[in-house]
């Protein structure tokens, strides 16, 4: 299934239990698709213009009855997902371009913007209860770890960053990569952590010891890894700006086979929907895909998996350090807008 979008996307999310998939674009505007995999039918069911600059993120919250939206304008719009309308808009969520939301639990989501803070969102009590700067460029990428109440951030100052939120602070940071990390995702059982970078190599780190990285895989460079998602404990799914989706190994690292591809064109986005079934990206070719799982990941059924199986002997217990190491100015990719300030932000989600 496929559907154009007219313009460049940004964001794709999936709705939590519906069959519904929300991608943001380039000009501002939220398109919703309503998708029925009994027919291959792909729906636009709502399109409007949500932002004045462009629309980065998107994510359904609260359960799914409204999706949220995060711009360059620095604001941040819920939407009722059924109707259409707006719910409750933000002006200033933050002093600068929003790039990525994530969400953490029910009722809360992080936010990260092109300087690098993050803002934790409370959607239960109506407010902003915390905010800290966790880089010193655009926030890439955010990936939650509940059990540990640890949030995993990938920055174009090229650091890794975990950051409590118990305590709204870094409690540790990687050392510096010679290019910008553009994700992240959490593998082998929460033992180890893999990022993306702009140089197409994976950076493989022990849980506990984040100063640098225990293992690198450059078999997928020079192309840059936009997105990546977590199959399984020794699977990932890549998406890189040769427009290339692939399944690739972790520990054995290698490259199982390409499994999709959006032509030429950079691969913006992955989402696994909710039953995840379907795989949906999207690209600078201005298209929405969406894959069926089990058709494109039938040729590697067969394939030997090599388990690594208690090779790792690193420790589980985290290393903390007590002054994270400065960056240097990465290159952002995408430019950002000064803000207002944060006046008024405690009320943004007063009639969610």
């Keep these: ?30 398109h919703l698709y309503k998708y ?111 059990d540990s109440m640890k949030l995993l951030t990938t920055s174009g100052d090229g650091t890794l960053s975990v950051c409590n939120l118990r305590t709204y602070k870094v409690q540790t940071r990687s050392e510096f990569s010679e290019d910008e990390l553009t994700s992240v995702v959490v593998m082998k059982n929460g033992r180890k952590v893999i990022c993306g970078t ?6 493989l780190y022990s849980w506990g010891f984040f100063k640098d990285c225990s293992d690198r ?26 427009g290339l989706i692939s399944l690739v190994g972790i520990l054995p690292n290698r490259i199982i086979q390409p499994i999709a591809e959006h032509s030429e064109y950079p691969v913006e986005g992955l ?9 949906g990206s999207i690209s600078h070719d201005q298209m929405l895909k969406l894959w069926d799982l089990n058709d494109i990941l039938q040729s590697s059924e067969n394939t030997v998996k090599d388990k690594d199986a208690g090779s790792d002997s690193d420790s589980d217990e985290m290393d903390v350090d007590d002054n994270p190491p400065r960056s240097k100015k990465g290159t952002k990719t995408k430019t950002a807008n000064k803000g207002a300030g944060f006046s008024g932000s405690n009320n943004f989600f007063a009639d969610l």
Aim: proline share 2%; net charge negative.
């Design 217 to 242: 895989f450059v078999d997928l460079s020079p192309n840059s890894v936009e997105a990546m998602l977590k199959l399984d404990e020794d699977r990932l799914i890549t998406g890189t700006e040769n």
């Design 1 to 30: 299934m496929e559907a154009g979008l007219g313009e460049i996307p940004f964001g794709i999310d999936f709705h939590p239990s519906k069959e519904l998939v929300a991608v943001s674009l380039i000009t501002g505007d939220l």
């Design 198 to 203: 702009q140089s197409g190599t994976l950076l």
């Design 36 to 146: 029925n995999a009994d027919d291959s039918s792909l729906q636009r069911s709502l399109d409007f213009r949500a932002h004045a600059e462009s629309c980065r993120t998107v994510r359904f919250i609260n359960g799914g009855q409204a999706v949220a939206t995060g711009s360059k304008d620095c604001s941040i719009l819920a939407t009722d997902v059924e109707t259409g309308s707006v719910i409750a808009r933000l002006e200033n969520a933050h002093e600068n371009a929003i790039n990525s939301l994530i969400n953490l639990t029910e009722s809360t989501v992080a936010s990260g913007d092109d300087e690098g803070c993050i803002k934790v969102w409370d959607t239960r009590q109506r407010s902003c209860s915390g905010s800290f700067n966790a880089h010193e460029d655009y926030i890439s990428d955010m990936n939650f770890v509940p």
């Design 271 to 279: 989402a696994f929907s909710h039953d995840r079934r379907f795989l």
